[in-house]
């Protein structure tokens, strides 16, 4: 598993919950370190005894903390970077979810060597969609819940998001659109401004 992944999760610990929290999370996940590289690739089951773990030390179902993360990834000071890279994907939430699959690939243009899940959006009506994330970390569709949810703020949109099953790797969220301009977006330009 790429680093990024890893890093991410310490990162959320840290920021939310502080440094004790995160030390424990390794110690029950019985790693020998507690800083993770972010260019670095880690043995694919570390991550997943690492968000059980992360799970039992804040006594929280691991889908929670799974979608905490998602909103995290988009919603902290510290990852603004990432935000900025979901809002390119288009001027309005309808659009931004059809970027959705091309996400991926644009991560790969940032760091080459970063596999993120598919995810396939799916149209039912232009007020309904499906989003398809296939991983083989289960509870990956929550992380899309959390970053979903985020960015409908971000946009303004009020939605409906609603995770609808898994299996064999496969997760499904439901995202109906229930209100396109409920509020207020969050301020996005384009071009970087020098300070």
């Keep these: 598993m790429h680093g990024l992944i890893n890093r991410a999760i310490q990162c959320f610990v840290t920021d939310s919950y502080g440094l004790d929290k995160w030390v424990e999370a390794t110690r029950v ?30 006594g929280r179902p691991r889908n929670e903390v799974m979608e905490d993360i998602g909103t995290y ?25 059809h970027s959705l699959d091309d996400l991926p690939d644009r991560a790969r243009l940032a760091v080459s060597d970063l596999n993120l899940p598919r995810i396939e959006l799916r ?55 229930i209100e396109t301009e409920f509020a207020e977006g969050r301020v996005f ?3 970087a401004r020098a300070g």
């Design 73 to 97: 990834l988009v919603s902290h000071p510290n990852v603004e970077a990432l935000r900025r890279l979901l809002r390119f994907g288009g001027v309005n939430f309808a659009e931004f979810l």
């Design 123 to 177: 149209d039912h009506s232009p007020t309904h969609f499906s989003l398809i994330c296939e991983s083989p970390i289960e509870g990956y569709g929550h992380v899309m819940m959390g970053v979903l949810r985020a960015m409908a703020d971000d946009y303004g949109v009020l939605a409906l998001l609603d995770h609808t099953g898994s299996g064999k790797g496969i997760e499904t969220i439901s995202i109906t659109l």
């Design 29 to 58: 996940a019985d790693l020998s370190f507690v800083e993770f590289e972010a260019m670095l690739t880690y043995d694919d089951d570390i991550t997943p005894a690492l968000l059980d773990a992360v799970s039992q030390v804040l």
């Design 189 to 191: 330009d384009l071009g």
